[in-house]
Each structure stands twice: as C-alpha cells, then as structure tokens.
C-alpha cells in the first residue's frame, strides 16, 4: 500500500520556524529515497531536500543551512525542520518517495536530482509573512 500523510504545516512570521512531518506505509518507507517538494502559486513545484537509505542528504540552493531533512526508521516518518523562514519559502509542501522497486544506481541517480519521484502525498500549506 503506498500512502504518505503530511502534517505540520501553518502560517508563521518570517525568521520562525516550523517542523513537516510525513508518515508514510510502512511498503513507501521501505525506499531508500524520499524527499521533500515544494510549489508556490503561480510556479513550478521543485526539490527542497532529499534522504538516501545511506543518510546522505541534498538540498536545494535557496535552503541550504536553513533545512534540514530526516528520517525516523522507528516510525515510518520522514521530517523537514525549516527555520529562518523567509516570505519565499511559502508554498505546498509534499513529501514522496521514489519507488521502493527501483535499483540501487536508479535511487542513486536520482535521489539527488530530485527526479523520477514516483509516490506523493497530498501536500501541506506553509505561509511565512513579512
């Protein structure tokens, strides 16, 4: 069964902070990829951070030292903690997974392009005001 249920999200100031959650079945979890996107209105949606089963991480240039993504194998759990939030930063967040079927060189190709994500949740709002 393939499910992955964020949380987390709400309105802060710019410079808060807040914490996304993503639980996924415990079949999505099995990946070794999972990562976090985000699409603001009127924009595409891009990558913003991305795990491997290895715990090497990738983050997209805009959040760099002010994200950090992790994973709980205890809970099934993928997390983003955002802080120095900026204006910019607002948007749908998503969590997915790349398909727990795919290869080794497959995962490690893509994981850190942020490409080729096969699994999505339903998003999360995140509004950061001036």
């Known amino acids: 069964q393939v499910q992955l249920v964020e949380s987390g999200g709400g309105s802060v100031q710019a410079g808060g902070s807040l914490r996304l959650s993503c639980a996924a079945s415990?079949?999505?979890?099995?990946?070794?990829?999972m990562g976090w996107f985000r699409q603001a209105p009127g924009k595409e949606r891009e990558g913003v951070a991305s795990?491997?089963?290895?715990?090497?991480?990738n983050y997209a240039d805009s959040v760099k030292g002010r994200f950090t993504i992790s994973r709980d194998n205890a809970k099934n759990s993928l997390y983003l903690e955002m802080n120095s939030l900026k204006p910019e930063d607002t948007a749908i967040y998503y969590c997915?997974?790349?398909?727990?079927?795919?290869?080794?060189?497959?995962?490690?190709?893509?994981?850190?392009?942020?490409?080729?994500?096969?699994?999505w949740g339903q998003g999360t709002q995140v509004s950061v005001s001036s």
């Open positions: 997915a997974a790349v398909a727990p079927w795919r290869g080794t060189a497959y995962m490690a190709r893509h994981c850190p392009r942020f490409t080729n994500f096969e699994y």
């Open positions: 415990a079949y999505t979890y099995s990946t070794s990829c």
């Open positions: 795990i491997y089963s290895d715990g090497s991480t």
